[in-house]
């Protein structure tokens, strides 16, 4: 990959006086689209490490910023539960559908037995399998780009490879995973549940019909005939956890948008990069850390429990915001800093513990064959127009990344 260094915008770790000591703003999704977050975290992480929030449209919760009081957070379902929900929510909408029956909002053991469904189709040798198809994804969408001599890194490139594969795991059929991925993207752009599109669960209704009464090999047909205690798993359950899978993806198409715009962003680490090879895994760890896109996880404290001093009371709300955790610098030298050749490296973006990224090697890969296929196929690209940033609190990344795409010389 060639990059054309015009838009080349450096860190900005400074943190200013006010609005960095109010802590509040950071439920306010239009500071993640065009503020700066890390500013309130730095402040935090020094200043209110274990900060509480009080109630207003969403919930009272304490916000945890340090690398440690994450990581601890992750490792003791117990204490802190998921079976609530995982992220903050409008009190008005009640609680989450997908509580107590997703993979991800479910607590040790059940939570166990439903990983067990799902891990064979997301394990090391499932992805190798998928490598194939996943390069011919990549290389198609740049082949598109370099056609129409444009593209957009998101919508073009990003998003159709982690859709297309994760409809290939569940068992969509080639010819439906573009209504798939319509539907995908209508609900991200919108900020809205999956589930509350006809279109996704009138298709998902009948696809698992199908899958029960004639299973085939795929994830899907996994959910329809496997059980959990002993009995198998209700309708709503399997849809909503195909739901979950789908959704869960949007942070892939982030990682691989956002992790291109990075290394456009800073060009002396792409060439690094394009000289050695060998750098490869170490700056997709890094890319993962540096872009963060899960911007928190919620838990729900079980029992009373102290962190830094604070007592927090069983059925309090934990915040956990992972961007923070992975700029800390007690942890991280000159966090502040990309460097695809960082090592130690030990983010908390693909989270930790029990619910640590199911989907952490399929990402992982996906990064690696994007890099590979565009350092490799000499394609330039350029940034061509202003980068929108989404405007969300669970989230953070880049909505769109317009690009010009010139075929190699
Ligand atoms: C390739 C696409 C991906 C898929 C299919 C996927 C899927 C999932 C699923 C199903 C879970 C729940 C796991 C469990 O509860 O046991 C999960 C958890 C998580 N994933 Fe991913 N993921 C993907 C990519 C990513 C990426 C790129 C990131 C961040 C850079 C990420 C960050 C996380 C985090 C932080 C959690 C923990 C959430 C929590 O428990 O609160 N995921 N992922």
Known sequence: MTVLAEHAVQPRPAAGPDPVGRPGLLTDPALHATGDPHAIWRWMREHSPVHRHEAGELPAFWSLTRYEDIRAVYRDPATFSSAQGVLLRPLALGEDPGAGQTLALTDPP????????????FNTRAVRELEGFMRDAVRDTLALG???????????????????????????????QESLFQWANECFLAHRSLAAHHGFMGYFIDLMDQRTAEPTDDLLSSLAHGTVDG??????????????????????????????????????????LRADRALLPAA????????????????????????????????DKVVVWVPSGNRDETVFTDPYRFDVGR????????????????????????????LTELLDSGIELEQSGPVVRLSSIHVAGPESVPLRVRAPR
């Open 110 to 121: 059940r939570h166990k037995q439903l990983r067990g469904l799902m891990a064979d189709w």
């Open 146 to 176: 370099v056609e129409r001599g444009a593209c957009d890194a998101v919508d073009d490139v990003a998003a159709r490879i982690s859709m297309y594969t994760i409809a290939r795991i569940i068992g969509v059929p080639r010819e439906d």
């Open 231 to 272: 009995e198998p798993l209700t309708e709503e359950e399997i849809l909503l956890n195909c739901e979950n899978l789908v959704g869960a993806t949007e942070n892939g198409r982030l990682a691989l948008a956002a992790g291109l715009l990075a290394l456009l962003e800073h060009p002396a680490e792409l060439a690094r």
């Open 284 to 315: 997709g760890e890094e890319i993962l850390r540096w872009t963060s896109s899960a911007t928190h996880s919620m838990r729900t404290a079980t029992r009373p429990v102290e962190i830094g001093g604070h007592r927090i009371e069983a059925g």
């Open 343 to 370: 090592t130690p490296n030990r983010h908390l973006a693909l989270a930790a513990g029990e619910h640590f990224c199911i989907g952490s090697t399929l990402a992982r890969v996906q990064l690696r064959l994007l």
